[in-house]
């Protein structure tokens, strides 16, 4: 019995001295960072270089944009061509700094926008992986229905033709 205390006892401290452990916050600067980026797209503030790396990748659903200057046009495409009334709410964002040494920034949240050529409110739940590197974001990974985006730039092509 004695044996067996020993090696229950040994097992736990060595799991307790597991230095392979990944981390999860969400009150830290790369978390906030996330929360400002957000705030920043909504409020249509694309100075964003500072937080992007120039060649980041960024894969929307199946679609791969690369480089800043291309995201950025995404970005600034909802507010100029798409949508009016952009929002972002329910925003959760936690980061993730695992025992690799790879870092990633998780974000849960509803957007919602209207129509500039419909005028058809939209919802939209969605989920954004961020890959970071060097204090920069180096890749960007987009989860949500693109039912809006199509209906929106199809009414505006057909308005345009």
Known sequence: MKFLYTITLSA???SCANTNQSVVKSDDELSSTINLLFEKYVANDWELSDYYADDVIARVN???LN???NLIAGYKAHHEL???NISVDDLYVHTNYFSDGEVWSNSWFTWSG???TTGEEYTNRAHFDYKWENGKIVELLAYY???ADLKESAALQAAQE
Do not use: P, T
């Open 62 to 64: 199946n679609q791969e």
């Open 12 to 14: 736990l401290l060595l």
């Open 82 to 84: 798409l949508y009016d």
């Open 114 to 116: 209207v129509g500039k």
């Open 67 to 69: 480089g800043y200057e």
């Open 145 to 147: 229905s693109e039912y």
